[in-house]
């Protein structure tokens, strides 16, 4: 019973979010908590605009006939007066089933399609990290949604000027959730994985990537957060952008916090965009830990957000464990602090250790 509850719950604070968001953008500032009847109207028509001009016809006058009292038809028959009543009740039921059986029938085409993108998807992202001299990684993805926006991966590229193989981080967040950031992500992939073949730059590549994601922005408005990363295991150096994404921690085997903040815009907003690469070095013991701002900012039943103390805290007692157990570590942590409260974003961390 608890656990019915608790879906219940959780799907009632869902439903709450999908229609007062069209709310909270149409409605007046002063109206949104003092006038009640305002507010009970506004949701209505955020109601009703997501359903087709058919069904809207159907559900009012399904309603109507719900709430119309019973009546009658008489007229004179051979016995004398006759009288034939309607049941306007059974028929206004009758009409808000088939209008839920419609629903219903959409819900269950768009939730085969989403199982099968989120197929397609989990085929795009690694499922287990490939191994990289001197560096341990782990990561991991849950989605707000039953798709997601947001990209990892780490892969083998050629190096520019020698003949030893670099090895690419990558970490992206497209702007929104649901089917629109999963295309995009895509595309961000296709990009990033075609430049990569070739022996362009760091900085080359993601001004290459940037000007490609300029052409499916619309305008700026589907913009990508992304930090990407080049590790030389000779050197061991990273060269990395970070294209106005979270700034990974970088938690130094003395207990010295670094943040990788060099870089630029997000992908996608301006085409001519110039980015700056920084450059570290790596000692055995560091730990670097990239992440979504799903993870930093998910919200408890107090709307507290989780925040980067939290994760660093997380990090500073388990400085001495796998890349394996910290993300372990760290998502039970993060699932602890939310509790009961639906998850409003992708989530998505990567934790680097240097052995």
């Known amino acids: ?10 799907d009632a604070r869902a439903s709450y979010r999908l229609y007062s968001r069209d709310f909270e953008a149409r409605a007046p500032q002063g109206t949104r908590r003092h006038n009640y009847f305002h507010t ?3 949701f209505i028509w955020a109601i009703l605009e997501k359903l087709t001009p058919a069904r809207r016809v159907l559900l009012l006058v399904g309603v109507l006939l719900v709430i119309f009292p019973a009546g009658g038809l008489s007229y004179q028959g051979k016995s004398g007066v006759e009288v034939v009543e309607f049941d306007f009740h059974f ?3 009758v009409l808000l089933f ?4 419609l629903e219903v029938a959409d819900r269950v085409v768009m939730k085969r399609d989403l199982e099968i993108a989120r197929d397609i998807q989990s085929w795009l992202l690694p499922a287990s990290a490939p ?7 782990a990561f991991a993805t849950r989605a707000a949604n039953t798709v997601a926006g947001d990209f990892y991966d780490v892969f083998a590229r050629p190096a520019k000027a ?3 193989t670099q090895y690419v981080l990558a970490v992206a967040d497209v702007a929104g959730k649901s089917i629109p950031a999963a295309l995009l992500m895509a595309t961000f992939q296709a990009s990033l994985k075609t430049l990569s073949a070739t022996s362009c730059s760091l900085p080359e590549l993601i001004a290459g990537m940037n ?10 408005l589907r913009f990508t957060t992304a930090f990407l990363a080049e590790f030389d295991a000779v050197s061991r150096t990273i060269l990395y952008i970070n294209a106005g994404h979270n700034t990974p921690i970088l938690r130094r085997a003395s207990g010295l916090v670094e943040r990788l903040t060099r870089g630029g815009l997000p992908l996608g907003i301006k085409a001519d965009t110039a980015y700056e690469a920084g ?5 055995p013991g560091d730990w670097l830990v990239i992440f979504t701002d799903g993870l930093v900012e998910a919200e408890n039943e107090s709307l507290e957000e989780y925040e980067e103390q939290r994760l660093l805290n997380v990090i500073e007692a388990g400085a001495a464990i796998t890349p394996e157990e910290m993300l372990r570590r760290v998502m039970t942590n993060v699932d602890e602090f939310v509790g009961a409260t639906p998850q409003h974003d992708d989530i998505t961390c990567m934790v680097v250790k240097v052995e």
Do not use: D, K
């Open 1 to 10: 019973m608890n656990q019915l509850w608790s879906q219940f719950h959780a």
């Open 131 to 137: 191994q990289v001299p001197g560096l341990a990684i």
């Open 91 to 93: 028929y206004g039921g």
């Open 279 to 283: 450059h570290v070095v790596l000692q």
């Open 211 to 220: 000007r490609y994601a300029c052409t499916n922005s619309q305008g700026g």
């Open 162 to 164: 020698s003949t030893e």
């Open 40 to 42: 009970a109207q506004e």
């Open 98 to 101: 088939i209008l839920l059986m």
